[in-house]
């Protein structure tokens, strides 16, 4: 089984997929499991892998959700309204508001919360969802009863303090995820569910279909790839990860996503 990050890993930087990529893969998705585990959305995802048969549960929103080809929810982790909003209040203190990613109704399709306050970085990611319907005003930064994510955006002088007080304050009662954006020269601070990253959505999709997760080969470039790395039987990363993620991995690729990575490894294994 192959299981790709998405962005700066399998997509390239315009995130687009070569049809060498998608001809590679698809090849291989005839005789082997084939599957995502990404930070994007259900509906954002199956927009940019039209070109790609996927035939193994997507890992979505960091692990927050997976779901089967099928569009079944396996499983979703949720942080409630409680914790959410203490986490905002906290951010309140600290001068910056979030982005929430919460349940709507229809479970398929995510709501996007933005705040009244937005730094420079935070503008730059809401310009990239532009007449997205999902996406709704939050002046108040209320969380919702049923909250995927909580990211914030901004400069590490600002994040690193309240991941340190978010992590002393709620322990192992969330998960916290600190990361360069290394592509646009900010930080990102993500909270969720403990058990809703990447590492944990494996180790589920790998009891779902009944297998050791030693057979998974897995590719990554970002901090929320190490887990699953740790996990895996095989974990590789593109030239273009973080110093972070290379460490850590059985293999670091010569090519980048915009060299079709993946796809070159896929096709000489």
């Given at each position: 089984m192959y299981v790709t990050d998405l962005d700066h890993t399998f997509l390239r930087s315009?995130?687009?997929?070569?049809?060498?990529?998608?001809?590679?893969?698809n090849q291989k998705s005839q005789s082997a499991l084939m599957g995502i585990a990404t930070a994007r959305s259900y509906t954002k995802t199956e927009e940019l892998l039209k070109k790609i048969h996927i035939n193994a549960p997507l890992i979505l929103l960091d692990g927050t959700v997976i779901m089967?080809?099928?569009?079944?929810?396996?499983?979703?982790?949720?942080?409630?309204?409680e914790i959410g909003d203490a986490i905002v209040d906290i951010?309140?203190?600290h001068g910056i508001d979030p982005f929430i990613i919460g349940v709507n109704k229809n479970r398929l399709?995510?709501?996007?919360?933005y705040p009244l306050k937005l730094n420079r970085h935070q503008k730059e990611v809401l310009q990239g969802y532009k007449n997205d319907p999902r996406m709704q005003f939050n002046p108040s930064n209320a969380t919702m009863e049923k909250n995927l994510?909580?990211?914030y955006f901004g400069y590490e002088e600002q994040l690193r303090p309240l991941y340190h007080e978010l992590k002393k304050t709620f322990g192992k009662s969330i998960e916290a995820k600190l990361s360069p954006e290394k592509y646009g020269g900010g930080y990102f601070l993500t909270l969720l569910h403990p058990h809703g990253d990447k590492a944990h959505a494996l180790t589920k999709v790998m009891e779902?279909?009944?297998?050791?997760?030693?057979?998974?080969t897995v590719f990554g470039d970002s901090v929320n790839d190490i887990g699953m790395f740790k996990l895996a039987g095989t974990s590789v990363a593109v030239s273009n990860a973080l110093k972070e993620v290379k460490a850590v991995a059985d293999v670091v690729l010569p090519h980048s996503n915009d060299e079709d990575g993946v796809a070159r490894y896929i096709e000489r294994n």
């Open positions: 315009n995130l687009s997929i070569s049809d060498y990529s998608a001809q590679i893969w089967n080809p099928e569009k079944k929810i396996i499983e979703m982790k949720v942080l409630d309204k951010g309140t203190n399709h995510e709501v996007f919360l994510k909580i990211v779902y279909l009944e297998r050791d997760s030693k057979d998974v």
